[in-house]
């Protein structure tokens, strides 16, 4: 398998991230990767954007240097099941991912599969970010069937286990696993916080093998596919980009 769209990264706006959204485009442009997602922290958390961030994310071109930029967040989930975004601002952009953070202080597996389910039904979430973290237990069954019944996609994170979330890497491959048989829709991101991580899926690779998905579950498969999906999810703004796709 071999992927050449990101659909998960941190810019500069992210504090604990380190590099700009034009050092994004030109290493994309380097290694051939045709489209990424710019996906940074929602204010929750103290290394997240400001709402203003994501409130003027329209000024980033779509098509830049020839290299596809989707105007994104990775919201954080919060204790009320809510995710910590408003609803103007989310409908402004073009792909929501969403994920258990360090705002959420760990409680109990049937408190965790509350939440997530409510966030999957709100309708707001596109991806749920690295669904793998063991420091969140949940009923992974009830959340994988509620994600294919709401067209939610779930993420197989590339960075998990290598850069955070040591220690994941086992529950990557069960929910993996889970997600072939049930044939949830499935993202890949590198969730890079340096551009040289941008479409860095080894690991990531290695746990699609392992679980078994198969390509056509896969979302960043092609843009066309990418670009459906997020059409299928509501976002109508994406007319520039099919353009560029010849869509
Ligand atoms: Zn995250
Ligand atoms: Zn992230």
């Known amino acids: 398998m071999n992927f050449n769209i990101d659909l998960h990264s941190h810019t500069i706006a992210s504090s604990h991230a380190y590099s700009t959204i034009g050092e994004y485009v030109a290493f994309a442009k380097s290694k051939g990767i045709v489209m990424f997602a710019n996906t940074d922290h929602g204010p929750a ?123 994941s890497k086992e529950r990557c491959i069960r929910i993996g696993r889970m997600a072939a048989k049930i044939g949830n829709i499935i993202s890949i991101g590198s969730d890079a916080h340096i551009c040289h991580y941008l479409g860095n899926f080894e690991n990531a690779i290695d746990t699609l093998e392992k679980a078994g998905i198969k390509e056509e579950q896969i979302i960043n498969r092609s843009a066309k596919s990418v670009l459906d999906f997020l059409s299928s999810r509501g976002h109508s703004n994406l007319q520039d980009i099919k353009n560029h796709f010849g869509l």
């Open 45 to 167: 958390v103290p290394d997240g954007a400001h709402r203003w961030h994501f409130g003027n994310l329209k000024v980033v071109p779509h098509i830049f240097d020839n290299v596809a930029v989707l105007r994104g967040i990775e919201a954080n989930i919060l204790e009320s099941g809510q995710i910590d975004m408003d609803v103007p601002i989310l409908n402004q952009l073009d792909i929501v991912l969403a994920g258990l953070h360090p705002n959420l202080t760990p409680t109990d597996s049937d408190t965790h599969t509350k939440l997530l389910i409510k966030v999957i039904k709100s309708g707001l979430v596109d991806v749920i970010s690295h669904p793998g973290d063991i420091r969140y237990p949940y009923d992974e069954q009830a959340f994988l069937e509620c994600a294919k019944e709401n067209n939610v996609a779930i993420e197989i994170n590339s960075s998990s286990d290598v850069n955070s979330r040591f220690n």
